[in-house]
């Protein structure tokens, strides 16, 4: 396995997008797309590697390598380097990144009709940022990449969105910008704490995480909710997520799919990465509130949801208030729940992908992604209404399809869970059955609206699904069942690091 | 006599070098500027670049002690150390820059070529000796030379309105000068000493220091002023909007090189006497970077905009100085060396557009990126890199100076956060004109491709600003060095 390097894995799309960006590579869209398509399925390809060889039973990191300039490393005499290295949790979020990525080329033929050349490379440049974000070892060096995700995905969601995209990424970044400022003061702060206790300066991760009996009580809680804010803006959480909405009915459908499935989940890797593992005496402390935070979560963004008149906003709604489960499962602090939360980042993922992917082909036909204007869909489309079906049934949580393992899991983790407020637990335990049925509101609702009701009269002769959407769609179902009938297969992977994160958190 | 002539050859040899070469240049500039044709101005360009090039490549052979590292010349006026050669080599790359970007503007006034590029080195000069004195005196001739020359060269623009706009800069600078020489007047009449090591020698021994204060505060009135801190930031973009380009962009990379240069050096007499200047220090930095930083994002200008970026890029230097310790210090100076690169790019792009169409609205840019994706990447590039975020040098060098603050002391860390924020607005102003240039509107606009030179600064800026962030760990170990020695 030596010859698997993350080095070329990270930055492989960089050098892709740097050759797309160069004066003599041939301006044809055709001949752009090919080059994206085929570079995104050997990286595909790559990057399964990685977990064919991997070690399951393995806790720490590994395929460590460090990226070094003619043998000078990045910033050594601040104890910082580009070190990178995956355990079972990035790795996932790692082939799913990439498999994405690849799923919205496939895509964007159908919207992108302008500036070829800069989408591509933008595409691969915020690939390769969230890749970075997922394998960074050291502080810095994850906060580099958390940053360099934002610039490609300000061109991405102005340039090819509609007439408001422009306002709304310059929201987004303004927003994004700000909390960074209270991760990146997080991180200072850590840094130097750090070297006055242990004298040794070091940005590395893992070894800030050990000794957390020396940090004093109060510093402890003011990184780690300063750590909470920047990442909680990315999750998003309700009361910090309204960039979100925003920027999904305004920017064009591959992005969608890409912000949908790549961005969000770095935010929830943030939280498992820095605030559980470097503070897990906090974490504990602060586990009801966020556990209640879940729940307002799921209530609030699912009420949210129902009254959008758009089926971009209502999907964008309702990944916010899925993305609740994935708190509450962090929250119960034991391991049925800890394995569903992550679970449940990667099946979020998946679903609301795939959802886009139907949107975006809705949104292709007819133009519109207003509910009002759409209806009955089904009669037209009738292949789009079944790949439809399976996934609003997937992200409901219907047994045997990809939600419903990690959604048992969480909520039987809340149960068992022995937090000392027994009564919350249990009122979040119900409540949370409660939200399936929320769910299964706010999902069957726009399908119904969609697909199902009266077929309105400029609509009669849309065609159904192309080839390749076919193919998408195909892909992404199988996944949906696959995992849904054999989640193990995923568990299995990340058991042995979420038992090792479990015994930091003495529980 | 022979004695002193070798005496003093051997000050030039030690110390000296640099300057003596940019001496020889004006005086034959100047010697040019009467007896030359109008139509041979391009070679003032020519020998000027040729001086600085030299003076550039005469520094490389200034001797440097490895164990007393600092030598003195010209019975102790002059001193030369490795602190002194790094700000003399930024300060004559950015001359070199600037000398080029000067194109256009020597093109407009042919007549006073030679004129312009003999105040230029000058100012060069000045510069360059400013961060080498010993004793208040001389940096009270050098850093006024300094303004003097600025002046000048502000005046050399033909717009209609570019006296009245200067003369702000004009009085407001010799309103601080007076006061500099006032206290001047008091710490010599405290200590009875005017160079920088007596001071230091009675600060060691004294307990009343309130005067002192009070004597240093007013001295640091003029440095204030020229870097555009905020009591004395009033005059910075009426100045800049009424000054030529090439002109705004000398005001924002000179004085500001030496303003610091010398401003560290006079930190390190005084600063372990009088704590409460920390606290001043970090207040004024915090201020400047929120007044500036909101300012900045109401223009509609790039000169304006330009000109409260350069107030905002002291302050952050300015709260690195406030804790004062060897990682600030060399944190202040990485800082100053990309911000020397990033700046210059800046304004390189700046004067490409100008020249080609004279039009300095933001809202010119409108619509670039589809006739010049190349310079749109480049100048974008070059603008992240000035709101410090991620894959630039702007970074690395924010968080080596930040993490030097927040290593400081707890005392320091509220302000840390609201100057992050306040730079997170900064970061607005400079986006504004990144959202222009890819905004899709039709432009009769275009770039002209003629003017290499401009061009070259500019990808060359661009690439240095990402060099700057993969080999920084070289270009930091020599900042320490330079700041450990000082």
């Known amino acids: 396995m030596n010859f698997l390097s993350l080095i070329t894995l990270i930055f492989a799309p960089i050098a892709a997008a740097l050759l797309i960006l160069i004066p003599k590579f041939p301006n044809h869209q055709v001949k752009v797309r090919r080059f994206a398509k085929a570079f995104a399925s050997l990286h595909f390809i790559y990057a399964m590697l990685f977990l064919v060889f991997f070690d399951t039973g393995l806790y720490g990191m590994s395929y460590e390598k460090e990226l070094t300039f003619f043998n000078i490393s990045w910033l050594k005499s601040m104890g910082i380097s580009a070190k990178f290295a995956v355990d079972g949790i990035s790795l996932l979020l790692v082939i799913l990144t990439s498999f994405i990525v690849l799923i919205t080329f496939v895509l964007s033929k159908m919207h992108i009709r302008t500036k070829h050349k800069l989408y591509y490379s933008m595409v691969f440049l915020f690939e390769s940022a969230i890749l970075g974000i997922l394998c960074a070892k050291d502080m810095f060096m994850f906060f580099v990449f958390w940053e360099l995700s934002l610039i490609p995905l300000y061109f991405l969601i102005s340039q090819w969105g509609n007439s408001e995209a422009r306002s709304a990424a310059m929201k987004f970044t303004l927003a994004s910008f700000t909390a960074n400022v209270f991760l990146f003061f997080a991180m200072l702060i850590l840094y130097y704490y750090n070297f006055a206790v242990s004298n040794v300066l070091t940005a590395n991760i893992e070894s800030l995480s050990m000794d957390e009996s020396i940090y004093p009580m109060w510093f402890q809680m003011l990184v780690f909710i300063n750590f909470l804010i920047g990442f909680i803006i990315r999750v998003p959480f309700v009361f910090f997520h309204s960039w979100y909405p925003d920027i999904q009915s305004k920017s064009c459908a591959p992005v969608n799919i890409l912000v949908s499935g790549t961005l969000l989940c770095t935010g929830v890797y943030g939280l498992i990465r820095f605030n559980l593992q470097i503070f897990p005496e906090i974490f504990k402390l602060f586990a009801p509130v966020l556990m209640c935070w879940g729940v307002v979560n799921i209530i609030y963004a699912g009420a949210l949801s129902i009254i959008q008149p758009e089926i971009k906003k209502i999907a964008a709604y309702a990944q916010i208030s899925m993305t609740g489960f994935v708190m509450i499962g962090l929250a119960c602090l034991n391991q049925v729940g800890f394995n569903g939360a992550v679970f449940m980042t990667l099946a979020l993922s998946i679903v609301f992908t795939s959802l886009y992917a139907i949107i975006s082909s809705v949104q292709f036909r007819t133009k519109t992604t207003y509910l009002t204007a759409l209806g009955g869909l089904g009669q037209v489309m009738p292949k789009c209404m079944y790949f439809a079906l399976i996934i609003c049934f997937g992200a409901i949580g219907v047994p045997f399809l990809i939600t419903f393992a990690p959604k048992l899991m969480i909520l039987s983790g809340a149960i068992l869970s022995n937090l000392e407020e027994e009564l919350m637990v249990k009122i979040v335990a119900i409540t949370g059955l409660l939200a399936i049925i929320f769910a299964s509101g706010y999902i069957m609702y726009l399908f119904y609206k969609v697909f199902c009701s009266v077929l309105l009269e400029q609509w009669k002769r849309l065609k159904d699904l192309s080839p390749q959407e076919m193919s998408v769609m195909t892909a992404l179902c199988l996944v949906i069942i696959y995992f849904g009938v054999y989640p193990m297969s995923v568990i299995q992977i990340y058991q042995s690091v979420s038992n090792y994160l479990l015994d930091i958190l003495q529980v | ?486």
């Open chain 2, 1 to 486: 006599m022979i004695e002193s002539i070798n005496g003093i050859v051997n000050d030039i040899l030690n110390a000296y070098l640099p300057e003596s070469i940019i001496i020889i240049f004006i005086l034959f500039s100047l010697t040019a500027s009467l007896f030359f044709n109008t139509s041979l101005y391009k070679l003032s360009k020519w020998f000027t670049l040729f001086g600085i090039t030299l003076a550039l490549g005469s520094t490389f052979f200034l001797p440097i002690d490895p164990d007393n590292m600092e030598i003195f010349a010209f019975n102790g006026e002059i001193v030369s150390s490795i602190y002194t050669i790094f700000f003399k080599i930024l300060i004559l790359m950015s001359a070199f820059f600037l000398t080029l970007l000067s194109r256009n503007l020597i093109r407009e006034k042919r007549d006073r070529a030679f004129e312009y590029f003999t105040v230029f080195l000058c100012a060069v000069l000045f510069a360059m000796c400013t961060v080498s004195v010993t004793n208040f005196a001389g940096l009270f001739f050098a850093f006024e030379g300094l303004g003097l020359c600025s002046f000048l060269l502000l005046n050399f623009s033909k717009k209609t309105d570019a006296k009245q706009l200067s003369f702000g800069y004009f009085v407001q600078g010799n309103a601080a000068a007076f006061l500099f020489l006032f206290g001047i007047s008091y710490l010599y009449g405290l200590c009875g000493q005017i160079s920088f090591s007596g001071v230091s020698d009675y600060l060691a021994q004294t307990d009343s220091i309130v005067l002192l204060t009070f004597a240093f505060i007013l001295i640091l009135c003029v440095f204030l002023f020229k870097l555009g801190i905020v009591p004395f930031s009033s005059w910075v973009a009426d100045t800049f909007e009424g000054a030529g380009y090439p002109i705004a962009a000398f005001m924002s990379t000179i004085p500001v090189l030496a303003g610091f240069g010398i401003l560290s050096r006079l930190l390190l007499v005084f600063m372990n006497y009088l704590p409460v200047l920390k606290i001043l220090f970090i207040c004024i930095a915090m201020l400047t970077i929120l007044f500036s930083a909101l300012s900045a994002i109401r223009q509609t200008t790039v000169k304006r905009l330009m000109a409260y970026s350069m107030s905002v890029q002291s302050g952050i230097m300015l709260l690195g100085l406030s804790v004062f310790s060897v990682f600030s210090l060399s944190g202040v100076l990485f800082y100053l060396l990309c911000y020397m690169f990033v700046n210059i790019g800046v304004w390189a792009a700046i004067i490409l557009f100008y020249d080609s169409c004279k039009r300095d609205n933001i809202e010119d840019y409108n619509g670039l990126i589809f006739h010049r994706p190349y310079y749109v990447i480049a100048f974008t590039t070059v603008l992240i890199a000035l709101a410090g975020l991620a894959p630039t040098s702007g970074f690395v060098a924010k968080l080596y100076l930040f993490s030097a603050v927040a290593r400081a002391g707890f005392l320091f860390l509220p302000f840390l956060i609201i100057s992050m924020l306040a730079c997170v607005i900064m970061i607005f102003a400079y986006w504004k004109l990144i959202r222009s240039m890819f905004r899709r509107v039709d432009t009769e606009v275009s770039i002209d491709t003629k003017i290499v030179s401009s061009k070259f600064i500019l990808y060359a800026c661009a690439l240095a600003s990402i060099l700057l962030c993969i080999f920084a760990d070289k270009i930091i170990q020599l900042c320490q060095s330079a700041a450990y020695y000082l």
